[in-house]
């Protein structure tokens, strides 16, 4: 039985109507494709309700229905994980009740929002509190399994990730976290990476930039994944990681040098990491439109073709050209 913390999920996105409502049809299709994939299904598992699904931007109503639709169609096929971010530690609260209530294997924690002794400015290594203790409310409410979306306004090599210190008094402090994203640049991940190895239980190493998932596995610095490039790159994300697991690495270099760094190096910008996954999902033919509920921003069309005709190159199936510049339009 693999530890829930070793699964390759993916943070999935939520597709929208032309008028931002929660577009329900388009979201059970496009967990089906997830579904669908006998290599994913055996190798992963789905995280609903995370950053990529635009979390910071649903009512906790919204947030139950979206979760509702995905246990529906998953059936006990994966492994599913929720987000739990709210604005207010009540609503976090009951947000991961609610998530309990609906059957999950485990949730999905982000730091708080809002002001910045909180958020940008906050200092985690001095003040681990400010995210320990909603953690801790929520694992009082619900005990269950824990997956961490560790950011801060940390300085470099850990930004934008909780730095080492923290990360590891809230490890210890709190024994159902069972997994943690990898939040990090290729030096804060290796240093966070191998502090992780050092604690006295298991917290896996849950890779999240696949821009370098070549380099961590060459390193043994990875357990699974959370991570949001799957909503576009799955088919030949699992090629690689196959290719790996097989400890072919010509495979590995094939697949990886045929067009898929690039891509992911691309989309990774952490500026406009969200906008591009939901563009190239678009792009792949998985969702409808790109649209994201503002204040994130519309994407530019030259994100649009550069994302196409990267696609394009790493051998992934596109939607046709003459789509590409109607679809942003409302
Ligand atoms: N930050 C993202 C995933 C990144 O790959 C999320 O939580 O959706």
């Not at 649903?58 to 059936?75: H, Q």
């Not at 809230?170 to 069972?178: D, R, S, T």
């Not at 799957?230 to 088919?235: P, V």
Request: glycine share 8%; aromatic share 10%; proline share 6%.
């Amino acid at each position: 039985m693999r530890s829930l913390g070793d699964v390759c999920y993916a943070a999935v996105l939520l597709p929208f109507t032309p008028d931002l409502k929660v577009d329900e049809y388009a979201f059970r299709h496009y967990l089906r494709y997830f579904l669908g994939d006998p290599r994913f299904v055996a190798r992963g598992g789905l995280c609903i309700n995370p950053e990529a699904g635009e979390i910071f931007y649903l009512t906790r109503a919204e947030k139950r229905r979206v979760l509702e639709i995905a246990m529906e169609e998953v059936g006990g096929k994966v492994p599913v994980i929720a987000g739990t971010w709210a604005l207010t530690t009540d609503e976090v609260v009951d947000t991961a009740r609610d998530a309990k209530a609906l059957g999950v294997d485990g949730i999905f924690v982000t730091p708080p929002g809002g002001a910045q002794d909180i958020t940008s400015c906050w200092d985690a290594d001095n003040y681990p509190e400010v995210w320990s203790d909603q953690i801790k409310a929520q694992d009082r409410a619900v005990d269950l399994p824990i997956i961490t979306h560790p950011v801060s306004g940390s300085a470099a090599p850990f930004t934008p990730g909780l730095p080492v210190a923290a990360t590891v008094a809230i490890c210890k402090e709190i024994p159902n976290i069972v997994g943690w994203k990898m939040t990090y640049g290729y030096d804060g991940y290796r240093i966070v990476g191998k502090a992780l190895r050092q604690l006295p239980r298991r917290v896996s190493v849950m890779a999240a930039l696949a821009s370098r998932f070549h380099e961590y596995r060459a390193t043994d610095l990875f357990d699974g994944t959370l991570s949001g490039f799957w909503n576009y790159g799955m088919e030949s994300m699992l090629d690689h990681l196959d290719a790996w697991d097989r400890r072919d690495i010509d495979a590995a270099c094939a697949v990886w040098q045929g067009g898929l760094s690039q891509l992911h190096e691309y989309v990774a910008d952490m500026g406009r990491l969200h906008v591009r996954y939901k563009v190239a999902a678009w792009l792949r033919g998985h969702i409808p439109n790109p649209f994201m509920r503002p204040p994130m921003p519309a994407p530019r069309q030259i994100e649009i073709d550069t994302i196409y005709g990267l696609l394009k190159a790493a051998g992934l199936s596109v939607i046709d050209q003459k789509e590409t510049a109607l679809g942003v339009r409302r």
